[in-house]
């Protein structure tokens, strides 16, 4: 178990602190009770430097843009866009169904969370620009997302010419 504290914070901010089962959780919290901001997005702690900086540009580059998502061994869903704009619980995320409506970097895994902000999908690397991970909604179903970048596709073209599969328009 790790703890952390920030200097010059009272006894009441240490009494908020926990106790986390790795230094990145401990950082990300205490990061987020810094900014008072319980979404507060810490990617440098992600990467191995503990800095509470938000998602800098260069940082968004990194995912921002067209994706193909869909379900591993059945194959592509739609095309989604991760966006930079700023939702009700995380960042827009433009998709085929309101279960894939927002997306945030939590420690190392990439969330996408429904209309409502329950978590749908938690993705882990698997490789550049490949990302899979168990759906949580439907658990019993075991069904598993997959993220890659879109070959060919824009912002404002999510679909080139002869592709149109569920979602794209």
């Known amino acids: 178990m ?4 920030l200097s010059g914070w009272s006894q009441a901010d240490w009494s908020r602190i926990g106790t986390y089962r790795n230094a990145a959780e401990a950082w990300i919290e205490a990061c987020r009770m810094h900014f008072n901001d319980p ?3 810490a990617p440098d702690i992600i990467a191995g430097r503990v800095d509470c900086g938000t998602l800098s540009d260069d940082d968004l580059e ?3 843009g067209v994706w193909s998502f869909g379900r591993e061994n059945e194959g592509e869903l739609c095309r989604i866009n991760l966006t930079n704009r ?3 619980y995380g960042l827009v995320l433009e998709a085929c169904h309101p ?3 927002f997306w945030e970097i939590h420690g190392t895994q ?3 969370r429904d209309a409502s902000g329950t978590v749908s999908t938690s993705f882990t690397l698997q490789r550049v620009d490949y990302w899979s991970g168990p759906y949580l909604l439907e658990p ?3 069904i598993v997302h997959y993220l890659t970048r ?3 596709a824009t912002p404002d073209n999510p679909c080139p010419e002869g592709y149109n599969p569920y979602g794209c328009n």
Not at 2 to 5: F, N
């Open 99 to 101: 279960n894939e409506s």
């Open 2 to 5: 790790i703890g952390v504290a």
């Open 39 to 41: 979404n507060h997005y």
């Open 140 to 142: 019993s179903r075991n």
């Open 150 to 152: 879109a070959a060919g």
């Open 62 to 64: 990194a995912f921002l």
């Open 110 to 112: 990439l969330l996408f």
């Open 86 to 88: 700023r939702g009700t």
